[in-house]
T-cell receptor, first 110, second 114 residues
Framework: QKEVEQNSGPLSVPEGAIASLNCTYS??????FFWYRQYSGKSPELIMS????GDKEDGRFTAQLNKASQYVSLLIRDSQPSDSATYLC??????????FGTGTKLQVIP | DVKVTQSSRYLVKRTGEKVFLECVQD?????MFWYRQDPGLGLRLIYF???????EKGDIPEGYSVSREKKERFSLILESASTNQTSMYLC?????????????FGPGTRLTVT
């Protein structure tokens, strides 16, 4: 089992809709979770971090964490074509290491 | 804003050459990382450094070495480049601490070994 799993997609949503991206992780001791956005040919950009169970909102983005079920999700409200990118889930595993999922490609259709 | 820069955006080298990739950060971060990113495999950690002259192997250190002589600079060295090292190389830095594990990435170096 991979440490961090994401559906590779592509996930296609119409402009203005809510995009829901999901990630599961295997290490129950994980405490820090991150979402990165990566445009094609560019480097990952941190958009959200979450440490506690529940929801964390930042503008159009909401990160949701459920440690009991070992999943973390990212909701993007009012999706825009500029949100089209690959979204990487990352989980802090152990003392120093952060493990990344392989990413979900999101396409927002105008 | 955190600024992480990498010496080259694109690099083409021949098999057997020694290759140096440089990374510089301007936020006084103690921790720095080198990853490679390949389609379908995601980001994989090569080496990281938690302080000057300190380094630790990541998941795929074979064929690579690193150098951290100054806090702001972390170099990745391919001792003898091979075609299977063709990849996107990403440097990252972050502040240490039990909570703040947010990493900030440089623009990446796309290395092609022919």
């Amino acid at each position: 089992q991979k440490e961090v799993e994401q559906n590779s997609g592509p996930l296609s949503v119409p402009e203005g809709a809510i995009a829901s991206l999901n990630c599961t992780y295997s290490d129950r001791g994980s405490q820090s979770f991150f979402w990165y956005r990566q445009y094609s040919g560019k480097s990952p950009e941190l958009i959200m971090s979450i440490y506690s169970n529940g929801d964390k909102e930042d503008g159009r983005f909401t990160a949701q964490l459920n440690k009991a079920s070992q999943y973390v999700s990212l909701l993007i409200r009012d999706s825009q074509p500029s949100d089209s990118a690959t979204y990487l889930c990352a989980v802090k595993v152990g003392y120093q290491k952060v493990t990344f999922g392989t990413g979900t490609k999101l396409q927002v259709i105008p | 804003d955190v600024k992480v820069t990498q010496s080259s955006r694109y690099l083409v080298k021949r098999t057997g050459e020694k290759v140096f990739l440089e990374c510089v950060q301007d936020m006084d971060h103690e921790n720095m990382f080198w990853y490679r990113q390949d389609p379908g495999l995601g980001l994989r950690l090569i080496y990281f450094s938690y302080d000057v002259k300190m380094k630790e192997k990541g998941d795929i250190p074979e064929g690579y070495s690193v150098s951290r002589e100054k806090k702001e600079r972390f170099s990745l060295i391919l001792e003898s480049a091979s075609t299977n090292q063709t990849s996107m190389y990403l440097c990252a830095s972050r502040t240490p601490g039990t909570h703040l594990y947010e990493q900030y990435f440089g623009p990446g170096t796309r290395l092609t070994v022919t």
